[in-house]
C-alpha cells in the first residue's frame, strides 16, 4: 500500500504494509537509520519519535497509524548538518555514550524542552528511556546545559 508520511516537515510516499512498524519503515524504505531497535518491544526507549509532539516507541506503533500525522525523528532536530543545540549539548557533556540510546534521550529531550519544566518533570521524561551507559546525570547535565544556553540566546546573559 503507498503511504503519506510527514517526516521532519518533509511529505514521504512510501510502499508499505500499514501493519509494518513504524520503526521498520523509517529504517528500510525511508534509510532514517537515528531511531534505534533496542528491545522491539517498547521497554528501552532507543526508537522513540515523536507522533503529532508526544513521545511514542516506535517499535510499537503501526505505520498505517501515522498517515496524515506529524513524525519527528532524531534526523529532524538538527539544522541542515549542524547540530541542534540539544545535540551540541549531548557531545559536550557526554550525554551521549554508546549511542544506543541517544536518539530516545534526544527526542524525549526536546519534548520536554516543548513542555513545562521542572527537575523532577525533566527525570520523569527520560524516565522511558533506558541507558546502561552513563548513570542519567550526564543525560541530565546535557539537557539542563542546552536549555541554559537557550535561555541565554533568547534572553540574554541569565542572572544578571
Do not use: W
Request: glycine share 14%; proline share 3%.
Amino acid at each position: 500500500m503507498n503511504l503519506t508520511l510527514t517526516i521532519n516537515g518533509t511529505v514521504h510516499h512510501v510502499e508499505a504494509s500499514p501493519t509494518a512498524r513504524l520503526l521498520d519503515v523509517l529504517r528500510g524504505p525511508l534509510g532514517l537509520t537515528g531511531s534505534k531497535e533496542g528491545c522491539g518491544e517498547g521497554e528501552c526507549g532507543a526508537c522513540t519519535v515523536l507522533l503529532d509532539g508526544d513521545p511514542v516507541n516506535a517499535c510499537l506503533v503501526l505505520v498505517g497509524q501515522c498517515e496524515g500525522r506529524s513524525i519527528l525523528t532524531v534526523e529532524g532536530l538538527a539544522h541542515g548538518q549542524t547540530l541542534s543545540p540539544l545535540q551540541q549539548a549531548f557531545v559536550g557533556h557526554g550525554g551521549a555514550q554508546c549511542g544506543i540510546c541517544t536518539p530516545g534521550m534526544l527526542i524525549s529531550a526536546h519534548a520536554y524542552e516543548k513542555s513545562t519544566k521542572s527537575l523532577v518533570t525533566l527525570r520523569e521524561s527520560i524516565a522511558g528511556n533506558i541507558c546502561r551507559c552513563t548513570g542519567y546525570q550526564r543525560i541530565v547535565d546535557s539537557i539542563t546545559q542546552a536549555e541554559h544556553e537557550d535561555r541565554v540566546q533568547t534572553f540574554g546573559t541569565v542572572g544578571s
